[in-house]
């Protein structure tokens, strides 16, 4: 097994980096990251996989700015879009397998219980949208692949709520949170876990699945827990809804994801969000990286 591990610098490709380290260090792996393959080059993505005996692709990468996105339709599609098309066509012709990570912005937020793979989509951004088209491109023309659809990722990396959220929390003494969004917080190195639970199982299963952790929080929810897991005081969180941060992008309001399928097909026991929460607010305070 060789496997080939795109936006590796993002969060949760370096924590499947960090996972399949520990648990499974006689796998090749080759962790790929921007300035080393554009993915958004067909030549260059069909050149470099020909020379290489890749069995399996995860696709970790991404354009995630989803604001910026409502402007840069372009470099958002070629990300989304296009670099999966790339890597669909040689997983297809290479006879090789592969994993891509949606989002649960495909949906509009109108359901009134979690989303099921099979429920409607209606993206509402250019993000969304592009994420969908991206799933679309991918089934069409290596239609053998594993599609999982998250939302809400966190971790120790990058830009993320929970380091946003600690962030702010050494320059302000109060934060207005918006309260009426609702999802679930997915733990970066929990999806990686699964990921690699999948990945490396005897059998491929295709298909699309949701994952996130179990439970269910606003935004709101979502801060005062990192505040009080991190045994911080002194801020004030105040809820606020969505109309009082006007914004060009529609972000869908309610987001949780129905997991039974993921959870039957792999024999997955997922945890509570607050529970990995609590993990991560460790790992972040114990590296004191928050800038």
Sequence with gaps: MKILVTGSDGQLGREI????????????????????????DREAVECYLRGEDFTHIINCAAYT?????????????????????????MAAELDMKMLHV?????????????????????????????????????????PGSIIIRTGWLYSPYGHNFVRTMLRLAKERQQLNVVCDQIGTPTCAE???AVILDIVLAPQ???????????GVASWYDFAVAVFA??????????????????????????????????????????PYWRDSLARTVDRILSEDNIN
């Design 17 to 40: 980096r960090n996972a399949l380290a520990l648990r499974s260090p006689e796998v090749e792996a080759v962790f790929a990251t921007r300035a080393m393959l554009d993915l958004t």
């Design 65 to 89: 700015a989803v604001e910026k996105a409502e402007e840069e339709k372009l470099q958002c599609a070629a990300v989304n879009v296009d670099a999966v098309a790339n890597l669909a066509r």
């Design 102 to 142: 949606s989002t649960d912005y495909i949906f509009d937020g109108t359901s009134n219980r979690p989303y099921k793979e099979t429920d409607k989509v209606n993206p509402l951004s250019v993000y969304g949208s592009t994420k969908r088209k991206g799933e679309t491109v991918l089934l069409g023309l290596a």
């Design 190 to 192: 929990d999806l990686a």
């Design 204 to 214: 491929w299963v295709e298909g699309i699945y949701n994952y996130s952790n179990e």
């Design 229 to 270: 897991l991190a045994g911080i005081g002194n801020v004030k969180v105040n809820p606020v809804p969505s109309g009082d941060y006007p914004s060009a992008v529609n972000r869908p309001m309610y987001s949780v994801l129905d997991k039974s399928k993921i959870k039957a097909t792999f024999e997955l026991s997922i």
